[in-house]
Structure formats: C-alpha cells, structure tokens
C-alpha cells in the first residue's frame, strides 16, 4: 500500500512538471547562470555520458576563463537519464524543476525524444549532442529543440558513397538493432545504395537487426557470414559491436567491419579486444584529434591535463558545444529568456564558435554543414583517418 501511494505522489508531482509554460528559462539577473546536463551517467552508456560530463565541464571552464556571458559566469549541472526512455523523462522533470536557463540532451534518439517533448511543453531550451534520428526535428516543428550532431541521412549517404566508390563494394551487408538511431542510419545507408543498385554496381545481400543486451550472436553472425558480403555495416552502439565483431570474427567472417557513429569508442575496443578490434571502420564526425580550431587546441590541452586523455567519439565534444551554442546564443540576445535564446540560435548565431567550429541552425535546429570522415582504429587502439 505504501508503495502505491508513493507511485501515485510520484505521479501527481510529474504531471505537473510538464504543464506547459510553467517553466521558461528565466533567472535571476545576478549569480551564474545555471545550465544542466541530461546525460546517460549510468546505464548501457554510462562511458559516454561521463565523457559528456567531462567535456561540458571542461567548456564551462574555458568559457569561464574567458569571463563568462554578460559578466556572469556558467555553472554546470547534471542529471542523469539513465541511458534509457523511462529515467529519461524523469531527469527531464528533474532539470524543469530546477529552474535552469537551457539544457544540454541527450545521447541516443530514442532517449532523447521523451525529454524533448517535456522541455518543449515548458519553453525551455534543450540542445542534443548525440541524437541523430531524422524524425526528432522533422516529424513536429519544435520551436527549443536544436542539436549540435549531424543527422542519420547524412551518415547514410557518407557511407553509401565510400562503401562504393572508395572501397569498390560489390556486396554489402547493414545490420542494425531496432532502436530509433540505429535503424535510422540503416534505412537511410539502404536508401542512399538505391541508386547503386538500381545500377547494378552493387547489392544488399543483408539486411536486418539483432536483439540489443544480448550477449550471443552467433545465428545471426552465421547467416550474415553466409551471405559473403564485401563490407558490413552495423549502425548500433558500441555495447553490442564489440561482441558482434569478435563473434564474427572467430566464425570465420573477414570483410571489413564498419561501424556507425555510435559503435566505435574505447569501450568498443576493450570489449572486442586490441587485435579483433584493429581494422575496424567507423563512418565519423570528425574526432576531437583532427580538429584545428583554436577552442579544440584549448579544449583537448584542459581535458587532458584534467583527465588524461581525450574523448574517444565525437558526442561528448558535441555536448561541449552544445554549451558554447546555448552561451552564444545569449550573448547574442543579451538575454536569459527562453524565447530571446531560442530566436538567436534561429537567426542570429553570427559568431559564434564552438570547439569543431562555427555553429549555425537550420529553421528546424538542425546544426548546418557537419562533415564525416571514414575512420579506422590501429593497432595500438588509436583512431585515425582511413586510407583506403
């Protein structure tokens, strides 16, 4: 009984929460201005929120440094979702009740949505770093929704061009594993093949997904191995990648592997171990290692001075600039408000820069010209850029 009736007040106070309006980004005109981070700090991507984590406070610093946005500093918190929809909605209330001036969510799409959805009821800014599902700003209009990552059509159409006309790709193999991102990039690298096929230059030989937070794959291993592709590309995330190329590899499957943007970090190489994980693909935004603006030169001197190292996929760096857009953003509206932030990343981004570079949206918060590499992972663990 006790339980019930705390689910029922846990309820009630939710609900509330996403009424619309009843939270607009306002604050105080003294005092830091208070950004949270919605990230997966435990769960199945707890390696990449944490990484999140660190890049978002490691560009708070810098911008700090600098002296902050309309002589107030930026002070950072986190609330975690989880890696998963359900927490993801809780944390969303969680940063509402806050009473923060902009967000910074999430990491994957089908996490993302459901906070989204939230901050949009109560007029609050919310900037994704690692949620590239074309539906998210396509399906609906939202007017505070923006993202700082590229989206799954362009990854789709990269890969399709360089499986083909790079790598000389007869027999292609794409392997997902049903979430809203992984099957997203699927669909669209099986859409940008259609021309190729049409033409006769190439085939899909396989096509399907595997079950996510399993741990044996060997039946659909056996039949993509049976279907001798040229190349196989799995969009998934790097949890199950790095099984999936071990097991492939032991079942005696040589092509090469390509992952999408969300298989290949340090995690993948340590689960699929230093020699398999050597020669794998990944179809990248380009990594913090290859970026020459002077805020990356900035960034990867403070976090690895912090930390050690340097983030090992692009959405933690994506995270950082989220922080820098939504910071731009109110410099350049001289405002708080969620609508001013909201009508200057729409319009009015003249100047501002993040650590890959200019940020701009589109009408709909897309980030505008965000360019993909082909990858490769060495033998010593390192990323670098494929010479094919």
Known sequence: MRKSVSLLLICILAAA???????????????PIKVALQAPITGDYAYEGQMAKQSVEVAAELINKAGGVLGRKVEITVVDDG???KDSAIAAQKAVSMGVTAVIASYGSSVTEPAIDIYEKNKL?????????IRLTMDKQRTYFFRTCGRDDAQGLFFAKYAVETMGAKRIAIMH??????????????????????????????????????????????KLRNTKPDIWYYTGYYTEAGLLIRQARDAGLTCPFVGGNAAINDDFIKIAGASVAAGALMTQEPLISDITTDIAEQFRTLYKEKYGNIPSSPWPVYAADALYAIVGAIRNAGSTESDAIASAMHTNMAGVEGVTGSIEFSDR????????????????????VHQS
């Open 365 to 384: 918060g897309d980030r505008l010209n965000v360019p993909y590499k082909m990858y490769e992972v060495t033998a010593d663990g390192k990323y670098v």
């Open 125 to 133: 800014v919310a900037v994704g770093y690692g949620c590239t599902a």
């Open 83 to 85: 890696s998963n929809p």
């Open 177 to 222: 594993d049903n979430s809203t991102f992984a099957k997203g990039v699927a669909e669209q690298a099986d859409l940008a093949l259609k021309p190729y096929v049409d033409a006769g230059t190439c085939e899909i030989v396989y096509y399907d997904a595997i079950t996510p937070g399993e741990k044996d794959f060997s039946a659909a291993v056996t």
């Open 17 to 31: 929460l996403i009424l619309p309006g009843c939270s607009k980004g306002t604050d105080t005109t003294t005092g």
